[in-house]
């Protein structure tokens, strides 16, 4: 019902108030041409508005259908509004708002697994992106091939033509396209991940190959998985950008997303089946992703890390709150350039400037980002984003202090408790990491030493190095010693040398 106090679902009928960047082309004019799998906030902060821009641009058959494998809410809202939704874009500077039509409509895979299916082999699709989080692939990282004990591949494996889980579900669209003689769909992954390309490809092809041999050789010899390094600060929704949308749009909008004006997305330019023209939306197609990702996820994402667990046990909410403490925004800082010192050269990037544009980034007070929400999955994020550059800051005699800082940080919160209060850990990991810690006691080193012989977690070489061990130990049984947020901050203070 639409009163003044209800106003209606926001459509592609919702008359535009002056200010606000509606999509100045006619989106329902374009056809279907990208399946997205998890079609979240991020997504919608990131490749549906590249996406946006090339339609407006160039048009072409290139709208998303999203599919959510779990959530029916976020597919509801979106078909309830045609796909139309809208960005909050938050600067230091103002607030800028967008509505954005690149999403045609969206699909529950939970409903049912037949329509995702069919879109999957449509032959209208030509690309399937993904941004699932690093939890969802079941792919082991060391040798790419699935993990059969991930409850998502072993079920997929037991009935692969009704799959639950993402490679499951990849696999069983590329058979049919096979089957009907259709060529593949590009598979794009845009996930927070090393060589995410690369890995799923491995862990596709090792799915498939467990299926049908056949199949396994068709998708390596014509199926593509590019390379991506996605990058925009996209906090989760809350019921306050809900009520604030509401009042400048005249609309309620379920699908609003709130970011902040930076985005970049780079792209090994390898695709099997067509593909938007997102250069001109300003995305950097380049050969090799590799020195774009590792910058990205080891001074972004590893310093998040480190802000989100030191901040988290200190009591700030936000990472905004966590940059306004000065010991903990040098720790911060210093952080980003031990990071820049493992990185491969990048002639295209200064990383000071880069270091510089994140401090600021982090500091922007427009952005709420919950250091909780940056906390969890810990398990899943760590190896790529702290061990491992951890351990080639220490193969070539760099100092590598702050990564034993965030890595004492990480175990602390696995503790589960601080300042009088528990929380979950919300990772994949949980009971183990729980197990360890509550069979260590109080002692720091068999902490380390339990979540240091977790498997796929910490690489040998790097639990096995004793100034490594020697530094994170001492750091944690500081961390352990201190109860309340106060003396949290006491401690990171310490450590952070100030
Ligand atoms: C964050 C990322 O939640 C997290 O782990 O580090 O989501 C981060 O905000 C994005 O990668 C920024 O592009």
Known sequence: MTSPEHPASLSPETPMKPGIDGPDYDPEAHGTGIVHIGPGAFHRAHQAV?????????GGDWRIC???????????ALNRQEGRYSLEIRGQNGTDRRVIGSISGA???ARGIEPVLDMLAAPSTRIVSLTVTEKAYGILRGTGTVDRNHPAISADLARPDAPEGVVG??????????????PPYTVLCCDNLPSNGALLRAGVLDFAAACDAGLAAWIAEYGAFPSTMVDRITPAATPELLDRT???LGARDAAVVETEPFSQWVVEDAFCNGRPRWEDAGVLFVPDVAPYEKMKLRMLNGTHSLIAYAGFLCGH????????????NRL????MRSAAGTLPHLAAVDFDDYARALQARFENPAIAHETYQIAMDGSQKMPQRIFEPAMEALGTDQDAGTFAIATAAWMRYCAGTVDGRTFALRDPLEADIRAVCDHAGQSAAAV????????????RTLSGNPVWRDNVVRCLSHLMQRRSAKEMRAAFTQMAGG
Request: aromatic share 4%; no cysteine.
């Open 107 to 109: 699909l529950a895979a």
């Open 448 to 459: 380390f030493d339990g979540i240091a012989a977790l498997p796929s977690l910490m690489p």
């Open 66 to 76: 999203g599919i959510s494998l779990r959530s029916t809410e976020s597919v509801d």
């Open 50 to 58: 590249f996406t946006d821009d090339v339609l407006a641009r160039h």
């Open 317 to 328: 909410t936000y990472v905004r709150d966590v940059m306004a403490d000065a010991a903990l």
């Open 332 to 335: 911060a800082t210093d952080h």
């Open 169 to 182: 579900l990849i696999v069983a669209g590329l058979a049919r396209r096979k089957a009907a003689g259709l």
């Open 246 to 248: 509401e009042s400048a």
